[in-house]
C-alpha cells in the first residue's frame, strides 16, 4: 500500500525563523512528489518535482528531492504569518490519470 | 487565474437522502479528480475521470458513488444514499495532463445528519 509520511505533525517557530518540513514516501512505481499548502480549505499548489537532487524554488519557499532516500523536504526562509497552514505533501504514481497519495500534513504556525 | 469551482459550499442532508455535488473544472484541464477530506484526518483519493470515463478509484468509491460530467464544464459527484460517515469536504480538482500538477477548488463540506 502506498504510504507518505510527514514530519514533524505540528511545528511553532517565530516570525523569521527558518523551517524544513519533512516528507517520506513509499509508493509503487513512483511518478511525482507535489507540496501543497493548506490554509482554510482548498490546498494550495506549490511545487511538483520529479527529478532527484534538483531544488525548485519560488520565493522564500523551496524543495527538493531525494528519490534514493525517498523524501522530500520543503523550506521556508524568513517565515512571515501569513506562512501560517498546514503543508501538505503527495506523492503520484505512474497511472493513467495520476492519484494522488497524501501525507497528514505538518501543521506550521508562526508567531510574530 | 483560472481556478476551479465547487457549490454548494456547504451541503446539509438527512441520512438515506441523495446529492450532487458540483464543480467547474479549469476549461482547458482534461483529468478530473474527486477527493474527500473528513475532519482531522488526512486528504484521500476518490476517484479520477478521463476521457469521459473513470480512470482509477479507491475503495471508498463504491456503488453509492457515481461521476459523470454532464455536459462540457461541469463535473459532478453523486452520493445516492448517504451514510453519516460520508460527513467530510469533498474536493474537486483538475489537471491538464495526467501526470501534471492538481489543482483543488475550495470545497463542499457535506454534513450528513
Known amino acids: 500500500e502506498d504510504k507518505v509520511v510527514q514530519s514533524p505533525l505540528s511545528l511553532v517557530v517565530h516570525e523569521g525563523d527558518t523551517v524544513t518540513l519533512n516528507c517520506s514516501y513509499e509508493v509503487t512505481n513512483f511518478r511525482s512528489l507535489l507540496w501543497y499548502k493548506q490554509e482554510k480549505k482548498a490546498p494550495t499548489f506549490l511545487f511538483m518535482l520529479?527529478?532527484?537532487?534538483i531544488e525548485k524554488k519560488s520565493g522564500r519557499l523551496s524543495s527538493i528531492l531525494d528519490k534514493k532516500e525517498l523524501f522530500s523536504i520543503l523550506n521556508i526562509t524568513a517565515t512571515q504569518t501569513g506562512d501560517s497552514a498546514v503543508y501538505l505533501c503527495?506523492?503520484?504514481?505512474?497511472?493513467?490519470?495520476?492519484?494522488?497519495?497524501f501525507g497528514q500534513g505538518t501543521r506550521l504556525t508562526i508567531n510574530p | 487565474e483560472p481556478e476551479v469551482t465547487q457549490t454548494p459550499s456547504h451541503q446539509v442532508t438527512q441520512m438515506g437522502q441523495e446529492v450532487i455535488l458540483r464543480c467547474v473544472p479549469i476549461?482547458?484541464?482534461?483529468?478530473f479528480y474527486w477527493y474527500r477530506q473528513i475532519l482531522g484526518q488526512k486528504v484521500e483519493f476518490l476517484v479520477s475521470?478521463?476521457?469521459?470515463?473513470?480512470?482509477?478509484k479507491s475503495e471508498i468509491f463504491d456503488d453509492q458513488f457515481s461521476v459523470e460530467r454532464p455536459d462540457g464544464s461541469n463535473f459532478t459527484l453523486k452520493i445516492r444514499s448517504t451514510k453519516l460517515e460520508d460527513s467530510a469536504m469533498y474536493f474537486c480538482?483538475?489537471?491538464?495532463?495526467?501526470?501534471?500538477?492538481?489543482?483543488f477548488g475550495p470545497g463542499t463540506r457535506l454534513t450528513v445528519l
Open positions: 476549461s482547458n484541464h482534461l483529468y
Open positions: 520529479t527529478s532527484s537532487g
Open positions: 475521470f478521463y476521457n469521459n470515463e473513470i480512470s482509477e
Open positions: 503527495a506523492v503520484g504514481s505512474d497511472r493513467g490519470a495520476q492519484k494522488l497519495v
Open positions: 480538482a483538475s489537471s491538464e495532463q495526467g501526470f501534471g500538477e492538481q489543482f
